[in-house]
């Protein structure tokens, strides 16, 4: 990832202009529970949610300025510069991932969610909070189109990710009754 997360200042300001983004991440945050792993902790706004309330927390990123800035504001999470596909921990070592518009941008989500299986515990389940294609088709063609400019200029997002779908094709079970969906925002509970 070479975007905006790349400029911890610029990603703080940028959250801050989208409140309905981060109500989402904190109804996302407040369903954790033990050791959890924050996938894409970014500068930490996660993390500083889940400190307080869970066991304890790790956070892992591709980009070492922003773990700086998230070591400042939680000094007590284990911090480790690393992307989803390759993550440093035993197999499971935690009862909860979670993972806030962070999947659009891996390079391979499918050895990512791969990876968040193995490191999770029996029990344990997945938390995600993402964009999605879209299902009218005017609006899917166009993200579509958009996809190869929008992916460079944001450092990988893409657009266009049936996200859920891979979710599950991974071997996760996304919980019905914890999907939330609004436009082409998702957010659920998948066990896997």
Known sequence: MRGVEQVPWLYDALIRLFPGLARWRSELMRQARGRVLEVGCGTGLGLRELAGQTERVWGIDPAAGSLQRAAGRVPSAGLAVASAEYLPFADDSFDCVVSSLVFCSVGDPER????????????????????????????????????????????????????????????FRIDPDSRRASGLMRMFLAYP
């Open 112 to 171: 990512g969610l791969a990876e968040i299986r193995r490191v999770l515990a029996p029990g344990g389940f997945l938390l995600m909070f993402e964009h999605v294609q879209a299902r009218s088709q005017p609006f899917a063609g166009l993200l579509n189109t958009i996809q190869p400019a929008w992916t460079t200029i944001t450092g990988g997002c893409h657009p266009n990710r049936h996200t859920e779908c891979i979710v599950e094709k991974a071997g």
